[in-house]
């Protein structure tokens, strides 16, 4: 595997499940994030982890809930969600300090039904 | 909170013309970065372009270039010879340098760009 990676692709899951994303970067980068993306809105930075440590919460309601284990590994944890919260997942990474660009993995599509 | 604008949700432009994508921001900062991103249907966002606001000159990559005005906080991005593999969604972003906004990226709404055979 290169670059970031992403599971599930895909996910549906009812208000009252709990489920957890994870994205992997295979970059050696020490910074890792998580955005929301939804029809035409522009990205929502959720969280940032730099040298993982949580540098940056978007006041993301508390149903989101991440974790960074190490530097390659990034999980974001949902439980009750609303249907609101349908969306693209991308997590992406960088070198800080660097060419200060991100990478970013193909996404996790959330369904909440 | 710095913001971006694209305010052209979607284009469109005939195989091997030219097209440019507009994108202004806002703020009252000195030195940060700006990118092009693009996003394929169902595919990975990737870098298309960057430019350091410190530099004068436009970057350019290949068929990509940028129109950088510092002082109207403009950053078009100029397509030259479109190709069919150049449709996608593309995300003009703005990075601050500022220490405690540093990891923050600020991203636009989107502009799709069709490309006509």
């Known amino acids: 595997e290169t670059g970031v990676t992403q599971t599930p692709r895909h996910l549906v899951m009812g208000m009252t499940n709990k489920k957890s994303l994870k994205c992997e970067q295979h970059?050696?980068?020490?910074?890792m994030y998580w955005y929301k993306q939804s029809a035409k809105k522009p990205l929502e930075l959720m969280f940032v982890?730099?040298?993982?440590?949580?540098?940056e919460n978007n006041s993301v309601p508390s149903r989101f809930s991440p974790e960074c284990p190490n530097s390659s590994h990034l999980f974001l944890h949902l439980h009750t969600l609303q249907p609101e919260d349908s969306a693209l997942y991308l997590c992406?990474?960088?070198?800080?300090?660097?060419?200060?660009?991100?990478?970013f993995g193909p996404g996790t599509r959330l369904t909440v039904l | 909170a710095q913001t971006v604008t694209q305010s052209q949700p979607e284009m469109s432009v005939q195989e091997a013309e030219t097209v440019t994508l507009s994108c202004t921001y806002d703020?009252?900062?000195?030195?940060?970065?700006l990118f092009w991103y693009k996003q394929p249907p169902s595919r990975q966002m990737i870098l298309v372009i960057r430019?350091?606001?410190?530099?004068?000159q436009n970057a350019t990559e290949n068929r990509f270039s940028v129109n950088f005005q510092k002082a109207a906080k403009s950053f078009s991005l100029k397509i030259s010879d479109s190709q069919l593999g150049d449709a996608a969604m593309y995300f003009c972003?703005?990075?601050?340098?500022?220490?405690?906004?540093?990891?923050?990226?600020?991203f636009g709404s989107g502009t799709k760009l069709n490309v006509k055979p």
């Open positions: 992406a990474s960088s070198q800080e300090p660097g060419t200060h660009e991100q990478f």
């Open positions: 970059l050696g980068h020490n910074a």
């Open positions: 982890y730099s040298l993982e440590e949580r540098v």
């Open positions: 703020t009252s900062e000195s030195d940060y970065y």
């Open positions: 430019q350091e606001a410190y530099k004068q």
């Open positions: 972003a703005y990075r601050s340098v500022i220490r405690h906004d540093f990891n923050k990226f600020y």
